[in-house]
C-alpha cells in the first residue's frame, strides 16, 4: 500500500500559519505576539504550531521568508509580461516595495518587526534581495537600459533603483506616492539610456 506524499493539506495549514503569523506580527508586534495568538488567529491549536514550528523565532524567520518568496513570484509575473519597461520596472517594485508602504505607516510596531527581521531574517532577506536585484539587472539588461555611458551595468542599475525604492518606501505618505516617485526615477534610467516609450 503506498504511503500518500506530503499532504496539500499539511501544505495548507503551513501556509494559513505564515499568513496567520504575518497578520498577528504586524497587529502586535514582535515580542508581543505568542504563538498562542498565532495559534487562535489560523483556527488551530497551539500544539499544532509546534508540528511545523518549534519556536516563535523559527515561525517568524518562516513567515518572513514566506513573504518575500511570494513577492519575488510576483516580481517575476510583472517583468514577464509584454508591457513597456518603465511600466514593468514601475510594477516590480511596487510589488517589492510598494504593497508594504501602508503597513509601514499604519502600523505602530513596524521599528520592532524591523528589528526582529534584522536580527532573525537578515541573511534570508539579503539573499531574497540579490534575487530580487538579479531579476531586475536581466530584465533592464533585455531592455537595453543600461547606460554604459555614465559607467553603469545592468546590476549597477537596477542597485541603485533599489537604493531610490528603500528611501522612498520609508518617507512617502501612500502608495500613489510611491508609485509615482518610483515612476519618475525608472523614466531618469530610461531618458539616460535614449529608450524612453520603449517596450
Known sequence: MSSSPPTESTSTVRETLLEKALDVFVRYGY???SMEDVATAAGISRQTIYLHFRSKEALFLAGTEHLFDGALQ????????????EDALVGAFDEWHGRFVETFLNSPHIGE?????????ADAVCAK??????LLAAAIEKAGLAPA????SP?????????????????VSSRDEYQQKMR?????LCAASGV????
Do not use: C, Q, W
Not at 184 to 188: E, F, N, P, Q, T
Open 113 to 121: 518587526i524591523m528589528e526582529a527581521s534584522n536580527s532573525l531574517a
Open 31 to 33: 515580542r508581543k505576539t
Open 196 to 199: 524612453l516609450n520603449s517596450s
Open 149 to 152: 555611458s555614465v559607467g553603469l
Open 155 to 171: 546590476t549597477d542599475a537596477a542597485s541603485l533603483l533599489n537604493a531610490t525604492s528603500r528611501g522612498y518606501k520609508h518617507t
Open 129 to 134: 534581495e540579490d534575487k530580487f536585484v538579479a
Open 184 to 188: 519618475s526615477a525608472v523614466r531618469v
Open 74 to 85: 510576483a516580481v517575476g509575473r510583472r517583468l514577464a509580461n509584454d508591457t513597456p519597461i
